[in-house]
């Protein structure tokens, strides 16, 4: 209960009061995929990191807005490296096979951003019929990541940020009806798939802390937790 009047309050604190993350570090010679790059905090974020030298992988479902949005950002940033693949994150097939392009085609990937996500939907499904939100929001990206997760070890240092919410604070997932089939709220639905973002990064985070660890004891990791930034994020 006190959680969920927290996060009200955090919710409302952060739609007043936006703080902006700004840092002038270079990323020449890195590789970022991040899901949803055609608009939004995605193309902004895109945008930022192409500014900095790194190579951004746009993915995007619909293939003609990610070139419209890459072409933006070519126009406005000089030898801006952006590319362009398509990626549906509410079909498991679709992201098995953008998965397995990007393992072909990058020799490295270095930052993974997971920004797509869709919010207070009416009820409806994945193709593989999951609960929109859920599936989108976590599934869909929790199944990208540990198909790009060998390539990011073997890149580190790498970084995974799972682009999260306030929101979550007030999600409440209840594990025998994960699908929300007996009582479907479109809010809640958003809320939980949000704490399914911050309940994976930490799971994450543990897990990596032991792999890292058996690998390499000189490589350093640590979770943050991006807040401010609507997000969270595991450094590899
Ligand atoms: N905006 C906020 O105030 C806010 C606050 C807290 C957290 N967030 C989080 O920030 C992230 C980005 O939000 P935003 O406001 O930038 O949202 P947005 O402008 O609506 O952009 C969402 C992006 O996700 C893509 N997307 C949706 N469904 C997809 C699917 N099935 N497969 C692949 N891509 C899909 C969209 O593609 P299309 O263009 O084709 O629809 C779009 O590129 C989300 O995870 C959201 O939960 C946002």
Redesign the pocket.
């Given at each position: 209960m006190l959680s969920k009047i927290a996060g009200q309050f955090i919710y409302v604190w952060?739609?007043l009061f936006p703080a902006t993350y700004q840092s002038n570090v270079k990323l020449n010679g890195k590789t970022v995929v991040i899901?949803?790059?055609?608009?939004?905090?995605?193309?902004e974020t895109a945008r930022d990191l192409a500014e900095r030298g790194a190579k951004v992988i746009i993915?995007?479902?619909?293939i003609k807005?990610g070139r419209e949005a890459a072409e933006e950002i070519r126009q406005e940033i000089k030898d801006a490296n952006v590319i362009v693949k398509q990626?549906?994150?509410?079909?498991f097939s679709?992201i098995q096979q953008f998965a397995q392009e990007i393992q072909r085609s990058e020799p490295q990937i270095n930052i993974l951003i997971?920004?797509?996500?869709?919010?207070v939907c009416p009820k409806s499904k994945?193709t593989d019929g999951f609960e929109l939100q859920f599936g989108?929001?976590h599934l869909?990206h929790f199944l990208l990541t540990n198909l790009l997760m060998d390539k990011i070890k073997a890149s580190a240092p790498a970084r995974i940020v799972n682009?999260?919410?306030?929101?979550h604070f007030i999600g409440d997932i209840n594990f025998g009806d994960i699908n929300m089939e007996k009582n479907y709220n479109a809010l809640m639905a958003?809320c939980n798939?949000?704490l399914a973002?911050i309940l994976f990064t930490r799971e994450l985070a543990k897990k990596l802390e032991v792999l890292v660890d058996q690998s390499s004891r000189q490589r350093q990791q640590q979770m943050m937790l991006w807040r401010k930034n609507?997000?969270s994020s595991v450094k590899i």
């Open positions: 952060d739609f899901t949803g790059g055609n608009t939004g905090i995605g193309k993915s995007c479902r619909d807005k990626l549906d994150l509410a079909s679709s997971n920004n797509a996500g869709v919010a994945t989108v929001n869909g682009v999260a919410s306030a929101a958003y798939s949000k973002n609507c997000g």
